[in-house]
């Protein structure tokens, strides 16, 4: 929702990081359903919109949060 390369893009990144700030990382997990025919690979956009959190002011340790430990507890694995 958030690569300007995926054919479901909907919003810019302040708008994800406005969220980010109203919910806090403590209860945001960040994933990705991309991988389908003429859009970008997960990975990379992951990437792309993790840089571009960081650049807008998220911490290592938020997105780490967000990407490693709140999904990881979500799923009982931590």
């Known amino acids: 929702m958030y690569d300007e390369a995926s054919a479901f ?3 810019d ?3 994800l990081k406005g969220w ?3 919910v806090g990382a403590d209860r ?3 994933g990705s359903d991309l991988g389908q025919v003429d859009n970008p ?3 990379e956009s992951f990437r792309k919109i993790l840089d571009r ?3 807008c002011g998220v911490s290592e340790g938020d997105l780490r949060k967000m990407v490693r430990d709140n ?3 979500l799923l009982g694995l931590n």
């Open 9 to 11: 893009y909907h919003w």
């Open 13 to 15: 990144i302040a708008a």
């Open 20 to 22: 980010i700030d109203l």
């Open 28 to 30: 945001t997990s960040i």
């Open 41 to 43: 690979l997960p990975t």
């Open 53 to 55: 959190l960081h650049d």
């Open 71 to 73: 999904p990881a507890r």
